[in-house]
């Protein structure tokens, strides 16, 4: 069976809606990568609802990143660094404080266990991956390069066959990577969040209405985990099933 691609990029998001961090190596467990989304802002104004871009797009220009020992039981502490270099702990009343104001309503700041069952921040399924023949792509339908920041993936797949949109097809089969397994259950069909640049938050609509005409709204593919493992940069995937 050959490879039909490598992993080039691994990127969790420890809080939601904040920058990610990319890693050469994380830990993958039944509700997905190792600490992706398990910490947000619950919005008091909608109970049972998460502060997310879609609310609060100076969100997506605040990064997030573990710092410490990582524990398959507990998570190291929480970084955050804000868009003017201010760096905070998650959980921090001032940060806490600073989405707020930019929200203009109340949050509280919540943490979900590693491996402790579903993971209700993660509204899809666990993984979402995109490869780099279809980011450039849109990239040549766009005119200029546009940032895999925009769509927060959680793996970027380089293609040795390099077909745009070919993940269209791995939908119903299983991607090997290591001793990872990944079943690929639907597209990813986008929403506003696309439209956000991380760096200044500026809004550009055109994105989606280009993934709109061109793509039927769909970029990328969601999958869910059937056996954890460990993934690293470098690492060969295969497709299984027909």
């Not at 502490?77 to 104001?101: K, M, N, S, W």
């Not at 690929?184 to 809004?203: G, H, L, Q, Y």
């Not at 954890?228 to 027909?242: I, K, R, Y």
């Amino acid at each position: 069976m050959k490879p039909i691609g490598e992993i080039k990029e691994i990127i969790r998001y420890p809080v939601k809606s904040f920058q990610g961090e990319r890693v050469q190596k994380t830990r993958v467990m039944k509700g997905g990568l190792y600490g992706d989304r398990s910490h947000a802002f619950l919005d008091e104004s909608r109970p049972g609802n998460f502060l997310t871009i879609t609310q609060c797009p100076e969100m997506a220009r605040y990064r997030a990143r573990f710092r410490g020992e990582e524990s398959p039981d507990r998570y190291p502490p929480v970084e955050v660094t804000a868009p003017d270099g201010r760096v905070y702990r998650f959980g921090d009343d001032e940060l806490q404080r600073r989405i707020e104001g930019l929200a203009k309503k109340k949050v509280s700041p919540v943490m979900h266990a590693p491996d402790g069952g579903p993971n209700p921040a993660i509204e899809e399924e666990s993984v979402l991956i995109v490869t780099d023949a279809s980011l450039r792509e849109l990239g040549k339908w766009r005119r200029r390069e546009v940032a895999l920041e925009r769509f927060r993936p959680n793996l970027l797949i380089a293609l040795h066959d390099p077909v745009p949109f070919a993940e269209d097809d791995w939908v119903g089969r299983t991607l090997k990577a290591g001793g990872v397994e990944l079943a690929v259950n639907r597209p990813c069909e986008r929403c506003m969040i696309v439209t956000v640049d991380p760096k200044d938050a500026s809004r550009d609509p055109s994105l989606l209405r280009t993934l709109v005409k061109e793509r039927d709204n769909c970029f990328g593919v969601y999958a869910a985990v059937i056996r954890p493992g460990v993934l690293e940069v470098g690492q060969q995937v295969f497709l299984t099933g027909s």
